[in-house]
């Protein structure tokens, strides 16, 4: 993926969700300076560990969602669709 995309992906979903950059770095184990080059566009999480990283920001971002019961907002913004529908 290219970093300017990937940089741009996460801190819409960061934003959307209202997740700072260190709770995010909290909940995944992984050091603030990462997430910040993440989120920078700075660098991409390492090739061996992407899938992981990617997976355990998405688990914790759902959970995030799901309690703001944000679900049909999510779905309008990154989806561009009602499917999930009511709350």
Excluded at 56 to 63: M, Y
Aim: charged share 30%; aromatic share 12%.
């Amino acid at each position: 993926m290219e970093i300017k995309k990937y940089a741009e992906a996460l801190k819409k979903l960061l934003d959307f969700a209202h997740v700072r950059y260190n709770v995010l770095s909290q909940a995944i184990e992984y050091d603030l300076s990462y997430v910040s080059k993440w989120t920078t566009g700075a660098r991409l999480p390492a090739a061996k560990n992407v899938d992981c990283i990617n997976q355990k920001i998405a688990d914790f971002l759902a959970s995030i969602i799901l309690k703001q019961k944000q679900r049909k907002e999510f779905s309008r913004v990154f989806l561009h669709s009602d499917e999930w529908g009511e709350e």
